[in-house]
Each structure stands twice: as C-alpha cells, then as structure tokens.
C-alpha cells in the first residue's frame, strides 16, 4: 500500500459506539499516530492529533463520517511526541480547541522542547496547553460520557491513558503502552506500575497508539501483559 496517499488506504472507521479512529498511518499520514474521536450528542473530543502534515486529512475524514470539525471542542494530548501533539496548534487556531495535557509534559507542548521533531524532519509548531493535569486520576465530563483520565508515566513524565465506558463496553486509549522506554524521560519502573494499571482496568477494547483496535478483554490484556514482562 501506499503510504503517502493515505486515502487511497483505510478510510476512518467507527471503533464502538460513538468512538472512530480518524487517522493513523494508513488513514491520514505515515508520521502519525492512531488519532481517535469521541462523539458526544453535542460536541467532538479528539485524542492525539497526529505529526502535523496531517491536519486537513484528519479534518477531511472527520467530515467523511458526516460530522462537523467546528464541533471539535477538546484535544486530549497523551503525551508530547510529535507524532501525538503535531497538529495541535492548527486545532487550536482554526477550531478554538482547548488542549489537555499533563503537567510533566505540558512544558514541551508550549516550547518544543524534545518533541522529537527532528527524528520525522518536520518542524513542530508550540501550542498552548489550557488544561494542565496533575492529579493520579481526573474525570472529564464530556457530554453524555464520562471520560477518566490516568497518569501513565514510563514513556514520559507526563503520559496519559484514558477510557470510558459505553454501553456495556469499556474502550480504553493506551497510547504507545509498547513504549519505547529507552527514550529520554523514559522510566522503567514507572512503566511497569503504569501498565498493572491499565491491565487492573480489564479493558473490553483498547485503541493503542501505533498499532491499532485490540478485543475482548482476554485480548487487550495479553497485548499490554507482553509489554510488561519485556521490562
């Protein structure tokens, strides 16, 4: 497949229930990560925005399952690589998205600072974050959902998972639980803790940052239990 023309590969798809993924290597760009999408009745959540070449892909495949980019109201970033955060600013300037982050990461969404742009050779555009995370678990309230937001430290400071259940399901996004976890700011021992908890969860699917929708739960659980046991 081809993967510079993103759109002749996987189209967005619906994940389960009101969640799809909008983009991702095949779906919006080869630098991206798995870009997510939470629907409410009202509004749209993203999680992840992708490396920043991007943006009007995802923007294009929001639209192409028939809802409107103006909604688009939060984005939550898991962490501050580039291939997570590189749209950012472009949600923020044409949409007015407010940017949620945790704390130990934040610093490096507004400056830059070892984003990792180097490693795409792309240039990374700073974006203010509005709501910096501090806490082991915060609830967002979204809507009619009730989105749970954890402090997943060990492939950075600051990563975050988070997840919410719908219907009878609970959909948890795991960004990058594959890590590395030999990158600067990267902490083994953090990570171990960081994925018991995700496995505690007993998720019944799993939207992972790379590489792609992980169910049932025996499934879910045996992915991030291989991560585990390699640290």
């Avoid at 509004?43 to 399952?65: H, K």
């Avoid at 400056?111 to 050779?121: D, H, I, P, Q, R």
């Avoid at 989105?147 to 399901?169: E, Q």
């Avoid at 021992?189 to 799993?206: G, P, V």
Wanted: glycine fraction near 10%; proline fraction near 4%; include cysteine.
């Amino acid at each position: 497949m081809d993967k510079k023309n993103p759109q002749n590969n996987i189209k967005a798809f619906k994940v389960w229930g009101n969640v799809y993924q909008i983009g991702g290597p095949e779906i919006s760009g080869p630098e991206d990560c798995s870009v997510y999408m939470i629907s409410s009745r009202q509004d749209l959540l993203l999680v992840d925005s992708g490396a920043g070449q991007s943006f009007d892909r995802l923007v294009q495949n929001i639209e192409s399952l028939g809802f409107d980019p103006k909604k688009i109201k939060i984005v939550v970033a898991t962490h501050a690589h580039l291939d997570h955060i590189g749209s950012l600013a472009r949600f923020k300037e044409k949409f007015g998205v407010k940017v949620i982050a945790h704390k130990l990461d934040a610093e490096e969404i507004e400056t830059g600072k070892e984003v990792g742009a180097e490693l795409y050779g792309l240039r990374y555009r700073p974006c203010k974050v509005d709501i910096k995370l501090t806490e082991e678990k915060e609830r967002l309230i979204f809507g009619e959902y009730e989105l749970n937001i954890l402090h997943t430290p060990g492939h950075t400071p600051g990563s975050i998972a988070c997840y919410l259940d719908v219907g009878d399901k609970r959909i948890l996004f795991g960004q990058d639980i594959h890590g590395p976890y030999n990158l600067p700011g990267a902490d083994l021992r953090a990570a171990k803790n960081s994925l018991q908890k995700l496995i505690d969860l007993q998720a019944d699917i799993l939207c992972e940052g790379h590489f792609g929708i992980y169910q049932p739960k025996e499934e879910v659980e045996k992915y991030i239990e291989s991560y585990l046991e390699e640290l």
